[in-house]
């Protein structure tokens, strides 16, 4: 008799059955050889690892290592768990930034503690399914995939096992890798624009299954989840709609932070749904909502629309402190399903762009 984890190994196995051919090489071997690399170690959402914003020298060889972990997550504040699958243990997984015309090297790592087969695939590669098809690893392996960045934006990453591939997905098993232009961020006139901070949002949708109470279930393993959440998946109809895997977790002491006069790139992901971002009392400076750095960006946007399977940038200088709702403007999942995040930002306050003319009072009658 199959074992639960031996009966799920098979379903996403199935691309192991043949031999699949090599990715073709972009440069030859001893090119790629002799080209500098620079080993980098990511960090977890929203925060994103240093980087230049202007390449410095020709292309590199940046190396990055990033370890699957199946764990349970507690998704909000009444003690709901997602049997979760992740890269690098948080959800979304970490932010890569590398330079156009970069070579991204990644060793994925598959623990032997965990019980599915994973892989990656990424949005920003060329062929081989985006480097899922030479990725497949089981648990207790690794494997080390390279692609040239050949395309300037920001590209989702996702796990994509045959078979199962929203199941990963919507378990927590998306990222981001941003690909700088070599020689920085242009606005509409092609003139350099830059950024003091960068945030990563990650935006998930949760199926948890209920009982027949209508309580959330806590299920004890993955594997046991797996029945029941594809039922739940189907239904298309989505418990909880939160960044960076929960609710509130950008929220009070876990806000995002900036200063009045900070320039902040506000990098946002959906690997599954549409979405619709926008910043309570500011706005879009520049905005690649399709995330791609070749085209121009569009400006002072009220909220910008990033589509399902992709992730978009935002730039913004903030003029005013206080505190900043950062939401999905569909207002019934930002306020109902979890979908808001915060931005503290510290300063003086400006009375040419806002001022009180008025205290509340009666109504004047005349």
């Known amino acids: 008799m199959f074992t639960r984890r031996e009966a799920l190994l098979g379903v996403a196995g199935l691309a192991t059955v043949a031999t699949l051919p090599a990715m073709q090489v972009v440069a030859h071997a001893q090119e790629i050889a002799s080209l500098p690399r620079e080993r980098v170690t990511l960090v977890a959402p929203p925060h994103v690892h240093a980087h230049q914003q202007v390449a410095v020298g020709g292309p590199k060889v940046v190396e990055f290592v990033m370890a699957i972990e199946e764990k349970p997550v507690e998704i909000d504040d009444e003690g709901t768990i997602l049997q979760a699958m992740t890269f690098n243990g948080s959800i979304p997984g970490p932010m890569m930034v590398v330079h156009e015309g970069d070579y991204v090297e ?50 989702v990453y996702h796990c994509a096992p045959e078979g199962m591939i929203p199941w990963h997905v919507v378990t927590g098993m998306s990222g981001t890798i941003m690909v700088l232009p070599r020689d920085g961020l242009k606005n509409h006139k092609g003139e350099p624009v830059s950024y003091d901070k960068v945030y990563y949002v990650g935006e998930n949708e949760f199926y948890i299954p209920r009982d027949a109470d209508g309580n959330f279930v806590n299920f004890e393993t993955l594997g046991d989840s797996y029945a029941d ?7 298309l109809i989505p418990t909880h709609v939160v960044f960076n895997g929960r609710v509130g977790a950008l929220t009070g002491d876990n806000a995002m932070k900036a200063e009045v006069g900070q320039t902040v790139l506000f990098v946002h992901s959906q690997a599954n749904r549409d979405t619709r971002p926008h910043l309570i009392g500011g706005h879009g400076d520049y905005v690649w909502e399709e995330g791609k ?14 589509r399902g399977g992709s992730a978009g940038a935002a730039l913004y200088t903030f003029l005013q402190p206080g505190v900043y709702a950062y939401v999905n403007h569909n207002l019934i999942e930002a306020a109902e399903l979890g979908a808001t995040a915060h931005v503290v930002v510290d300063g003086e306050w400006n009375d040419d762009l806002m001022t009180q003319v008025e205290a509340p009072g009666p109504i004047a009658t005349h």
């Open 106 to 155: 990644l060793t994925l790592v598959n623990p032997d503690t965990n019980e599915m087969p994973h892989n990656i695939d990424f949005h920003a590669a060329t062929g081989a399914l985006g480097g899922a098809a030479l990725t497949h690893v089981n648990p207790g392996e690794q494997v080390k995939l390279r692609f040239k960045a050949t395309r300037s934006g920001t590209f």
């Open 229 to 235: 959440s594809m039922v739940a998946m189907r239904g």
């Open 293 to 306: 750095f070749a085209n121009p960006p569009a400006r002072d946007l009220e909220t910008w629309f990033i």
